[in-house]
């Protein structure tokens, strides 16, 4: 049932962006300390729509709930107990404020505005682009991102299939951040890149931290890697409730290794030496791990023992 309404929720914004004929102006994120007033504005360009509604699209969440919906003249209507939380105004027929009277943490959502002609009642309603809202706890602290960018594995190369052989991925990681106002670019020697670019949809809070963390992969040929005169570098542009501030890590690529397709354990060895932390030593750790924790379960007595009776 929710998870029916979650998809009809993210129909309904898939299928307004995309008819909309209207235009919303749009406005920054907000984030605020709790307990605060919030004003958060709505205005397009449409004075034939003369209905204002407003949704809330919580975190994580893809269903949009309705607050209520307000004439150019006469009072908002308001549904269930929205009222005690919320406040609608509206300033002539295509400007509107939705007031949060004292912000609590649970009002941190996306907000969205729509607009719709009542002369038919089977008229859609449009939807603008919704203002993010963040409301801050008494120990929550803005903090922005640490950038890490991990050069691809050594061992990408193996396991795929022929044709994804002369790709190589870079990762990069951007984490213990606070809210999630990110976004994540990549460019090779200055120049952005569109295409082999994938990102984490949302950020996560692992562990149930306080803090966020998002990655994001880019997939270049082999031979862009291979090549040391190229610059790879991520950035995260991080909104800190006044501004935007940028953040970013970087790696050049490595000259190809002799052997041509082939990288020699010695070859690796000296890399990984320069790279610690590199994604390509936490798989071969795991494998080595795996590799012995098998071993011992194979080799004890007592394991093989059970096993017999
Ligand atoms: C992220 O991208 C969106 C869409 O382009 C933009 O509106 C927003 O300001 C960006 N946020 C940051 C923190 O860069
Ligand atoms: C937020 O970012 C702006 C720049 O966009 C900067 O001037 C300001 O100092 C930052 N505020 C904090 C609290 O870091
Ligand atoms: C990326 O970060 C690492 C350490 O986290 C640092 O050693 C390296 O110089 C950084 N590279 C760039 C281009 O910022
Ligand atoms: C590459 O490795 C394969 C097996 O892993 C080996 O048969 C081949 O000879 C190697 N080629 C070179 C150029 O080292």
């Known amino acids: 049932m929710s998870s029916l309404m979650q998809i009809f929720g993210l129909l309904l914004i898939c299928f307004y962006s995309h008819v909309s004929a209207v235009t919303f102006q749009e406005f920054p994120p907000q984030i605020v300390k709790e307990s605060s007033e919030v004003q958060i504005q709505c205005s397009h360009d449409d004075s034939t729509k003369t209905q204002m509604l407003w949704f809330q699209q919580k975190k994580d969440s893809l269903v949009l709930t309705l607050i ?34 004292r912000a609590k943490l649970s009002d941190s959502a996306v907000y969205f505005c ?56 870079l990762l990069c990681v951007i984490s213990r951040f606070y809210p999630d106002h990110v976004n994540v670019t990549w460019k090779i020697n200055n120049e952005e890149m569109s295409k082999g670019v994938a990102t984490d949809n949302m950020p996560a809070q692992p562990n149930d931290g ?24 991520c950035i995260a542009s991080f909104f800190n409730g006044t501004g935007t501030t940028y953040h970013e890590n970087g790696t050049r690529g490595i000259e190809a290794p002799k052997t041509g397709q082939n990288i020699t354990t010695e070859a690796y060895l000296k890399r990984s030496q320069t790279a610690k932390l590199s994604y390509g030593v936490l798989i071969i750790k795991g494998c080595v791990y795996g590799a012995f924790v098998m071993f011992l379960v194979w080799k004890l007595p007592g394991s093989s023992g059970k096993r017999n009776n």
């Not at 003249?73 to 005690?84: D, I, L």
């Not at 966020?212 to 610059?231: G, M």
């Open 210 to 233: 306080e803090f966020y963390k998002i990655t994001s992969r880019l997939k270049v040929d082999a031979n862009k890697w291979f090549d040391p005169e190229n610059e790879f570098k």
């Open 114 to 169: 729509a607009a719709k002609n009542t002369v038919n009642q089977a008229n859609p309603a449009y939807f603008g682009q919704g203002t993010k809202l963040t409301v801050l706890g008494k120990d929550d602290k803005i903090t922005p991102p640490t950038v890490k960018v991990l050069e691809p594995s050594e061992k990408e190369c193996r396991n795929k299939v022929e044709k994804e052989k002369r790709k190589k991925t």
């Open 68 to 101: 209520g919906f307000v004439y150019v003249q006469g009072s908002p209507t308001y549904e269930g107990e929205m009222e005690k939380q919320f406040k609608l105004t509206k300033e002539g027929t295509t400007k509107g404020t939705l007031i949060i009277r």
